[in-house]
């Protein structure tokens, strides 16, 4: 990912970067002023940082010798932090002995030694392997509510930011998007940029555009008609004020289903499509399809597929040209639809996401 200036986050709080407006609290104390030695945190990093001549208790014990704290304190500290991290039979062993999971577990260690009163975690896990980043990711959550320490966490993964967070803070280039539970972002994001962020696969978006109908509303995808139930409406009621106008239309791919999987779905609350690829993966089935329904451009649509890299912007303006747009639908395992299929997809109407087509945000009952 691109720089989104969550590091910068984190270096404010510590006091590496001047603070030029606002006020930093922590605990009970304003920190603005105060060197980042006597703020009272404590800093994991991406990279471990140990000592290679050390042992795991020598690095793990080093920040209080510095700070002259005395022997057995720092005894009784070191062996209390080795048994929480499960490092026990490790401490006389030195970094180059252990597995990367072991290494960051000490560099965790260092920290928790110092009993501070914040922990500030910089993608600690990115130089993990897959397999290796989901069982740390378990492990420092548990670690953390057994210390009960407010801790801070960078990451780049939006995975490890929904499973690990209480709550969570999206950040693009420096501007905070939306904080809260991992729950309200996914259910109810504030703009584009968190929609498309948050959840995995990505959201589904496309430029539509909002018609009243039979007391309710529907919307109109390409040559497609979604009808929105006017018990929906009156959830959002300001979606009313968009009748007739462009907006852009978000689905989650879990809100897609075989229609043999979903009886009660009906006349409009399907979608024609064309099916490109079908990956069965055993807990569920993901479904690539085509729509024919132009691609939504906005800013925040531009960021999310920069930061996928590689040509994404230019296969976006494409598409948009084309007017098609790729879907993703995630499935029944038990779903039968097959590869170059034209098929018809359930679409669960009362879990669309409407987005206004000039700022990005979120359309809903206070707008």
């Given at each position: 990912m691109r720089s989104f200036w969550k590091t910068t986050a984190l270096r404010l709080i510590a006091g590496l970067e001047t603070i030029t407006e606002g006020k930093l609290k922590i605990g009970e104390n304003i920190v603005n002023d105060m060197p980042p030695k006597e703020r009272d945190i404590a800093m994991v990093f991406q990279n471990y940082a140990l000592y290679p001549h050390m042992t795991v208790r020598g690095n793990m014990a080093f920040g209080l010798k510095l700070a002259k704290t005395d022997k057995g304190e720092i005894d009784n500290r070191v062996n209390e932090a080795a048994k929480v991290l499960g490092l026990d039979e490790y401490l006389d062993k030195k970094p180059r002995a252990l597995s990367g999971g072991q290494r960051q577990r000490v560099a965790m260690g260092r920290a928790i030694v110092r009993n501070p009163q914040a922990f500030l975690m910089d993608e600690p896990l990115s130089n993990l392997d897959a397999k290796l980043r989901v069982q740390m990711r378990s492990e420092i959550a548990r670690i953390q509510r057994d210390l009960?320490?407010?801790t801070v966490y960078v990451t780049h993964d939006q995975i490890e930011a929904m499973t690990m967070g209480d709550r969570v803070a999206v950040i693009k280039r420096g501007e905070l998007q939306q904080v809260g539970t991992p729950t309200e972002l996914f259910e109810r994001p504030r703009n584009l940029f968190v929609a498309g962020f948050i959840g995995s696969p990505s959201m589904d978006f496309a430029s539509s555009t909002l018609e009243e109908a039979d007391g309710g509303l529907s919307v109109k995808l390409g040559g497609q008609t979604l009808k929105i139930a006017e018990s929906d409406v009156k959830k959002r009621p300001a979606l009313k004020k968009y009748a007739g106008k462009e907006i852009v239309l978000g689905i989650r791919p879990q809100d897609f289903e075989d229609p043999e999987y979903a009886p009660e779905s009906g006349e409009g609350s399907r979608l024609k499509v064309k099916i490109d690829l079908v990956e069965a993966v055993g807990t569920e089935t993901m479904v690539h399809f085509?729509?024919?329904?132009?691609?939504?451009?906005?800013?925040?649509?531009?960021?999310?597929?920069?930061?996928?890299g590689g040509d994404e912007i230019a296969q976006l303006e494409k598409r948009a040209e084309e007017g098609t747009n790729e879907f993703t639908a995630v499935l029944d395992p038990r779903t039968k639809l097959r590869t170059n299929e034209e098929v018809e997809l359930a679409v669960d109407t009362s879990r669309l996401h409407?987005?206004?087509?000039?700022?990005?945000?979120?359309?809903?009952?206070?707008?």
């Open positions: 009960e320490v407010t085509t729509v024919d329904a132009p691609v939504a451009i906005t800013e925040d649509m531009k960021e999310l597929a920069a930061d996928v409407f987005f206004d087509v000039d700022t990005s945000a979120g359309i809903y009952e206070d707008n």
